[in-house]
Structures are given as structure tokens and as C-alpha cells.
T-cell receptor
């Protein structure tokens, strides 16, 4: 499972509060990603990182920020959570296997914003 | 930006029946990946196709990449209850993936 953990696994919060989700990997992968999964939309990329302090936006980055101060940790922050950010959030790493860049996903965090 | 459309959104089959999900793009894809997500789980990589007309098999699963590299399909022969879940196609560009919306497969035993 590529040694990826996410915390917390479940969180319920109220609109307007800040929330930080953590992704931790143990295998020194350079690329890390945050996705959200919603019914009918599949997995949509929020932000990704290509190294310590190197991050870039994905297709649904509004309302989210990220930080990567260590190779093993990639944090996703909702500065002021809204109900539209209720979702399941997945972290992933990218690993090259031969000619293939394969993504491995963490177990996910289910976030509910009331 | 790059988009992949996946159909059907949902399919419910009797155990033993075949199942197919399709992935389509308006632009030429450099590659296509397929992932499976069990209910309550996380997506798991199944396979990658890169060549025009490529066909790969994994036991009862057959993956195809179209000749024009604009479409792909995943076919499951004789579905089993262990096949339930959501199947996603994804197209890679650089170090990013764009996912289709997924096809939810339910199998009646």
C-alpha cells in the first residue's frame, strides 16, 4: 500500500472553521497529491507537490491550501470550511514502475462540514 | 483542459454476466490507466495502456486502447461478487492524472 497514511480518517466540523488534513508517506516519494471524491465527479485534483516546498494547483484548488515542509508530509488546509467541501479526500503518491507512473492512494479522510 | 468521459455511470448485473465500461476523450491520449475502488476503500491501480490498439488481459479482465488513442474499454467476463466496486479510467499528462467519473458495478448473486 506504498506506506501512505492519512489523518484524521473522519472529521465533522462546522462552517467557517479551519481544518487541516495530513498525509504521511514512509517511502521518500517525490510527488504527492490531494484529491477530493464526490459522487458523479470521480477524483478531482486539488493540489500536488513535486518536492519539499514545491506545490502547484490542480483543477479544484479554490478554498484549499497545501504545505510540504518535509518529504514525508503533505498537509491540506481548508482555511474556512464550507458545506461544499464536504467530501472524501484522498492523498496519493506517484511511483515510477518501468515506463509507468502509477499512483498509490491513502485510505482517505471523510470530512463533513455542517 | 484534458477530459475523459466514462460511461455508463452505473451498472447492475447478474453474477456470471459480462460487464463493460467505456472511457472516451475528444483529444488524443498519451496513455490510459484503470483503477478499481472497492466500496469504502481507496482506488487501486489495475493497468496502464500506452500503444494504439493495445489489448491487455488480467484473468477475466480485458483492457483495450483504441486505434486513435481517444477511447478505452474495460471488459469483465463472467462477473463475480468480488468484482463489485467503482472502476475509473484516468489519463496521464506529465505527473498528473485526469480521472473519469467512474462506473459503479453492482453484482447480484
Amino acid at each position: 500500500d506504498a506506506g501512505i497514511t492519512q489523518s484524521p480518517r473522519h472529521k465533522v466540523t462546522e462552517t467557517g472553521t479551519p481544518v487541516t488534513l495530513r498525509c504521511h508517506q514512509t517511502e521518500n516519494h517525490r510527488y504527492m497529491y490531494w484529491y477530493r471524491q464526490d459522487p458523479g465527479h470521480g477524483l478531482r485534483l486539488i493540489h500536488y507537490s513535486y518536492g519539499v516546498k514545491d506545490t502547484d494547483k490542480g483543477e479544484v484548488s479554490d478554498g484549499y491550501s497545501v504545505s510540504r515542509s518535509k518529504t514525508e508530509d503533505f498537509l491540506l488546509t481548508l482555511e474556512s470550511a464550507t458545506s461544499s467541501q464536504t467530501s472524501v479526500y484522498f492523498c496519493a503518491i506517484s511511483e515510477r514502475q518501468g515506463s509507468t507512473d502509477t499512483q498509490y492512494f491513502g485510505p482517505g479522510t471523510r470530512l463533513t462540514v455542517l | 483542459g484534458q477530459q475523459v468521459m466514462q460511461i455508463p455511470q452505473y451498472q447492475h448485473v447478474q453474477e456470471g454476466e459480462d460487464f463493460t465500461t467505456y472511457c472516451n476523450s475528444s483529444t488524443t491520449l498519451s496513455n490510459i490507466q484503470w483503477y478499481k475502488q472497492r466500496p469504502g476503500g481507496h482506488p487501486v491501480f489495475l493497468i496502464q495502456l500506452v500503444k494504439s490498439g493495445e489489448v491487455k488481459k488480467q484473468k477475466r479482465l480485458t483492457f483495450q486502447f483504441g486505434e486513435a488513442k481517444k477511447n478505452s474499454s474495460l471488459h469483465i467476463t463472467a462477473t463475480q461478487t468480488t468484482d463489485v466496486g467503482t472502476y475509473f479510467c484516468a489519463s496521464g499528462y506529465g505527473n498528473k492524472l485526469v480521472f473519469g467519473a467512474g462506473t459503479i458495478l453492482r453484482v447480484k448473486s
